[in-house]
Structures are given as C-alpha cells and as structure tokens.
C-alpha cells in the first residue's frame, strides 16, 4: 500500500518477461514452435521442479531465456524452429522485432539485445 509521499517498487521478474517473449516470438509468423535447446530443457526441468515444489503453474517460456545485468541491461535468447515459407534471416529479424516490442509493451521493460536461434527449418507442405 503506498501512502502519500511514499513510493513502491514495481519488480518485474526475468519469468515474466521470459513469458512475454515466449508468446511473441511463437505468435510471429513464419515460427512453427519455441524449442527448448539443451540450456532450455535445464531450465525447463528446474521451473517444473520449483513449481512440484510450490503448488503453482506459471506461463510457458520454454525455448526463451533472459538475462539481466547489473547495469539492468536485459538480454533475450529464443531458440526457434521456423517454416520454410519465408527466408529465414527475416523471420528471425520479425522476432527480435516483436519480442522487444511486446515486453516494452507489457512490462515497461526495454530489452537490449534479442538472439535469435534458428534451430531447425521445417519444409513447406505441400
């Protein structure tokens, strides 16, 4: 509760973040999914872990990590598998697009750095 003349601090946590860029990036067009890599899969494991442990669901943010830095510098990694339909050079620069754009959006926070992996390309159907 803030009183008069008292501020609160507002946190927002590298989960939700990592959430929101989750959902951004799997929302671009020409991204067929969000995969984990080996990094992702640990950090999948222990958020399972932790949320056995505290009875509590949180957003999927599989394949997207965050980083930030004592400066504050937030630094985004997210580790795609695209559709052949479109270069891939593209897609990746609509997801550092759209991954910035929806975290400042939905959390006020400005991301430095977005690194996209492209880990797989899946051929067109036919």
Do not use: C, H, Y
Not at 34 to 49: I, K, Q
């Amino acid at each position: 509760m803030t009183t008069a003349g008292s501020m609160s601090e507002i946190v927002i946590g590298p989960a939700v973040v990592a959430a929101v860029a989750a959902r951004a990036a799997a929302t671009t067009p020409g991204v067929q999914r969000l995969e984990p890599g080996v990094r992702g899969l640990v950090s999948t494991l222990m958020r399972a872990g932790k949320q056995r442990v505290t009875n509590s669901e949180s957003a999927s943010s599989d394949g997207v990590r965050v980083r930030s830095t004592l400066a504050g510098v937030l630094s985004v990694q997210v580790d795609v598998v695209i559709s052949g339909e479109r270069r891939a050079a593209e897609i990746g620069a609509a997801v550092q697009r759209e991954v910035v754009r929806a975290v400042r959006e939905q959390t006020g926070e400005v991301v430095d750095e977005v690194s996209v992996s492209i880990l797989d390309i899946e051929p067109e159907s036919r």
